[in-house]
T-cell receptor
Framework: GAGVSQTPSNKVTEKGKYVELRCDPISGHTALYWYRQSLGQGPEFLIYFQGTGAADDSGLPNDRFFAVRPEGSVSTLKIQRTERGDSAVYLC????????????FGPGTRLTVL | RKEVEQDPGPFNVPEGATVAFNCTYSNSASQSFFWYRQDCRKEPKLLMSVYSSGNEDGRFTAQLNRASQYISLLIRDSKLSDSATYLCVVSKDTGRRALTFGSGTRLQVQP
């Protein structure tokens, strides 16, 4: 079956602009996670959704970052007033209910802020 | 200090060699432990979970020492296809929600 998909695969933007990154989880997965990965580092947790609600947003670095999942499926990560330091690969993962279930990762969106 | 520490490598080993990676974690409340594999410019994929009793999956053996807060991965009979970055991962609850990743150890298996 289809895995986690993310669009766009690459996004180049200018400092100060607004961007939206989309994640389409595996069908039937109620838990969805966003991570970001900088060069040479492991993924860093941002936010976790169980259904439509953000169950844990403790990893969001500041209030420029926001994520939604209005219908409990597709999620959008929104970044306002982008900064060069936001450049990274943004990874989305999904799993069956947020219990002891494997997280399956999408291919990521590579964001470059010029 | 990072919550999960790994030697970045690279580990360059010949085919057929046995190689071991270690990692340490700082949060004693950590409950779940994993090794993920990440190929260059690809997403991480679960390699195996790690249990206190130790577990084996083919050529791969993982061990957990809770007292020392130490996790290991042993790869026997290395293949060229094992070349990748190996990420040590912990989670604070048994629900496997937010994962905390180490920076990864790069393995290059040479012919």
């Amino acid at each position: 079956g289809a895995g986690v998909s993310q669009t766009p695969s690459n996004k180049v933007t200018e400092k100060g602009k607004y961007v939206e990154l989309r994640c389409d989880p595996i069908s039937g997965h109620t838990a969805l996670y966003w991570y970001r990965q900088s060069l040479g580092q492991g993924p860093e947790f941002l936010i976790y959704f169980q259904g439509t609600g953000a169950a844990d947003d403790s990893g969001l670095p500041n209030d420029r970052f926001f994520a939604v999942r209005p219908e409990g499926s597709v999620s959008t990560l929104k970044i306002q007033r982008t900064e060069r330091g936001d450049s990274a690969v943004y990874l989305c993962a999904s799993s069956l209910a947020g219990g002891p279930n494997e997280q399956f990762f999408g291919p990521g969106t590579r964001l470059t802020v010029l | 200090r990072k919550e999960v520490e790994q030697d970045p490598g690279p580990f360059n080993v010949p085919e057929g060699a046995t190689v071991a990676f270690n990692c340490t974690y700082s949060n004693s409340a950590s409950q779940s432990f994993f090794w993920y594999r990440q190929d260059c410019r690809k997403e991480p994929k679960l390699l195996m979970s790690v249990y206190s009793s130790g577990n084996e999956d083919g050529r791969f053996t993982a061990q957990l020492n809770r007292a020392s807060q130490y996790i290991s991965l042993l790869i026997r009979d290395s293949k060229l296809s094992d070349s990748a970055t190996y990420l040590c991962v912990v989670s604070k609850d048994t629900g496997r929600r937010a994962l905390t990743f180490g920076s990864g150890t790069r393995l290059q298996v040479q012919p």
